[in-house]
């Protein structure tokens, strides 16, 4: 690389009718002409320790949502949060003002990422474009990238996360590059919606780390979507992919029978419970039967009649 000059450059005012010398740096006529004065700084290069504390700082910035979503799994799973908080959404919005939905978003990226690095890993035959690059050494480096690989079955992720890069011309690819290349697998493989409004669904987990706590309950479509349906459940709405969901193929007086107790559980959950009385309430969000026992009716009314819901 060619070095800039170090020589000092002047730049001087354009002499005028009188009998200053053409090369002063100084007009006494007219002192407010600034002279400026150019200096050439020569940029030294980069040491080797500063390149590996470069590449290695980094690596920090490229793996901050991935570190961030593998600590807030394990402060989950290992409930390090119970001393202080009853929930871990409580906690999380709590310490780190961050809402529920986005702490599951960056878990759910932290386990595609390691998808994407084990797909890659036990691939044979590695790809690479004319520079020599290996796509499988271009990782995420935000969570807004891997998003919406979590549309795609795990064995999926990573081929899926390998054309984006090859799109992206070796380079990390945008959200917007991956959400293109998820879209056209997802319609070449696409099975056709044939869920209907107000049937009656379990929600199956599967490796969908975003429906955490939600296996085996069950809601009901209130949207049929082109990969997805919204569900509504007696503690909120869920848009939840095909792959994670099963019919109950209840008959129309059945899911009529569903949507009663729904409407009823969720009246009396909302008014704020204890956590036993709110376990008893989650157990009926998984009944695999269309009815209530008597006891389970006798609970629920008295749950009711205690809040002023009766029937």
Request: with cysteine; proline share 5%; net charge negative.
């Amino acid at each position: 690389m060619t070095k800039p000059s170090s020589k000092r450059k002047k730049a001087t005012v354009p002499p005028s009718n009188n009998s200053t010398p053409p090369d002063s740096l100084v007009q006494e006529e007219n002192p407010s002409v600034a002279t400026i004065t150019v200096t050439a700084v020569e940029i030294p290069e980069l040491t080797e320790q500063e390149i590996s504390d470069r590449l290695h700082l980094e690596r920090k910035v490229e793996r901050a949502f991935f570190e961030a979503g593998k600590a807030l799994a394990e402060l989950r799973d290992r409930r390090l949060y119970r001393s202080t908080h009853k929930t871990f959404e409580e906690y999380c919005r709590d310490r780190f003002s961050y809402t529920y939905r986005h702490v599951n978003y960056l878990i759910a990226g932290c386990l595609i990422v390691d998808n994407i690095k084990m797909g890659t890993n036990s691939s044979q035959n590695e790809s690479q474009d004319e520079m020599g690059t290996n796509s499988s050494q271009i990782l995420p480096t935000s969570e807004v990238q891997v998003r919406p690989l979590a549309k795609l079955e795990p064995q999926q992720q990573p081929e899926a996360w390998q054309h984006a890069v090859e799109q992206a011309g070796g380079k990390v690819p945008s959200g917007r590059i991956v959400k293109d290349v998820v879209q056209r697998i997802m319609e070449r493989t696409q099975v056709p919606n044939t869920y209907q409004i107000g049937e009656v669904c379990q929600i199956l987990v599967k490796d969908n780390p975003e429906l955490r706590g939600k296996g085996g309950c069950w809601g009901i479509v209130s949207a049929v979507n082109e990969f997805s349906c919204t569900l509504r459940a007696w503690d909120g709405e869920y848009t939840v992919g095909l792959q994670h969901l099963k019919s109950y193929n209840y008959l129309p007086a059945e899911c009529q029978q569903v949507r009663e107790i729904s409407d009823r559980i969720s009246r009396v959950y909302s008014s704020g419970l204890e956590e036993s009385v709110q376990r008893f309430l989650e157990s009926l969000g998984k009944l695999n039967r269309a009815y209530l026992t008597g006891l389970e009716e006798k609970v629920l009314s008295l749950l009711e009649s205690e809040f002023g819901y009766e029937m």
